[in-house]
């Protein structure tokens, strides 16, 4: 038999139940996004705009967790259904700032109601536990 080591066991791995359960909440998602011809991820880029209205590249990726690379395609697509403009900074043009448009703004109606439809699908976790978890999972992505 092989040997085992316990810091490779998955029961052990902080990483997998984070992983597993980012997935089960992208696939919740999807149902309401799908309609609406979202991503997830297209959506929380929608979330930011829908907040800040304008913000370059860089920001966004700081704000989301996401690089460049992943980012780039995802916003040309939703520039091609109109949701958002790229354009280059007027001051460096190695900036491309992204603006929310008016139909990226309409989808903010149909959007409201998604978050409480989530929480009212996630009946074992207190609001007090929520708040705990949201609490330390800010305190792992904002560690080095």
Known sequence: MAQQYEQLLIKNQL??????CSRKIVARYTPYLKPLGLTYTQYIVLMVLWEKECVNVGQLGEILYLDAGTLTPLLKRLEKAGYITR???????????????SDGNALKEKCKDIPLKLMSKTTSLTENDAKELYRLLYLFLESE
């Not at 354009?87 to 448009?101: A, N, P, V, W």
């Open 15 to 20: 990483c997998f139940p984070l992983y597993a």
């Open 87 to 101: 354009e280059r900074s007027k001051e460096d043009e190695r900036i491309t700032l992204i603006t929310i448009t």
